[in-house]
Structure formats: structure tokens, C-alpha cells
């Protein structure tokens, strides 16, 4: 299985280094270090949430997408936050973009969606 946060391990203790800063976990490096969110308010349900997209992704298969978007997205609250989060992580780089968002994970969304499922969040978004 693979990681993308692996790449930023401090190599002289415990933590990550990302942009020369710190962080003391993998939430803070997610939150603050990679998409650059200030980390306040709820940082546990937007892991969350980013984590069930990713996941939602990694699932599709070929079929009608604006179906698939209607019927099976039930952690985004909206179909606005999902489209919202799927044009983040093509940004990012963590999908590929294909013909349409939200495309399908890159090697660093597979990471990042292993990462985010080895942390100790709820199982499922309220």
C-alpha cells in the first residue's frame, strides 16, 4: 500500500516537514500543510469528507456520471460541495482530470486515500 505523505517524514524525528514547517501529525500536515487550510473549526469531519471523496472516486466505474453523482454521493451534502471538492483535488493534483471531474485517482489521490484511511477517523461522515 502506498503513501503519500511517507515523502514528507522528518527525517530527524518524529512529524512531517513540508514547505520548511512542521507538523506534529498526519491531520496537520494533511490539513494545514498540503491544501493549506487553516485547521480550525471541525479538521476531524473535513478528513472525513475528504477521505469519502476520495474513496467515492476510487469506486466509479464507467456509466453516466451525472447519475452516479446524484445518486451516490451521500457525505457531500450537496452535489455543489461534491463538484467544489472534485475540482480541489484535480487542482491539487490527487485526480486526474480525464474527460470530465471528478476522473479518477492519481498515484498521489491513492496515497493520500491510504493515508487518510490508516488514521483513526469515524467510520462514516454524519
Not at 53 to 70: A, H, P, Q, R, V
Amino acid at each position: 500500500m502506498n503513501s503519500y505523505i511517507e515523502q514528507f517524514k522528518n527525517p530527524d524525528g518524529d512529524g512531517y516537514i513540508i514547505d520548511e514547517c512542521e507538523h506534529e501529525s498526519a491531520e496537520s500536515l494533511i490539513l494545514t500543510g498540503i491544501f493549506h487550510f487553516c485547521g480550525c473549526g471541525f479538521p476531524e469531519k473535513c478528513l472525513i469528507f475528504l477521505r469519502d471523496m476520495l474513496s467515492l472516486i476510487n469506486t466509479y466505474t464507467n456509466g453516466d456520471l451525472t447519475e452516479y453523482l446524484k445518486n451516490e454521493i451521500k457525505t457531500a451534502g450537496t452535489l455543489g460541495a461534491a463538484c467544489f471538492m472534485y475540482y480541489l483535488l484535480d487542482q491539487k493534483g490527487f485526480t486526474e482530470h480525464g474527460g470530465a471531474v471528478p476522473g479518477w485517482l492519481s498515484d498521489n489521490g491513492e496515497g493520500l486515500l491510504n493515508d487518510l484511511n490508516s488514521l483513526e477517523l469515524e467510520k462514516e461522515s454524519e
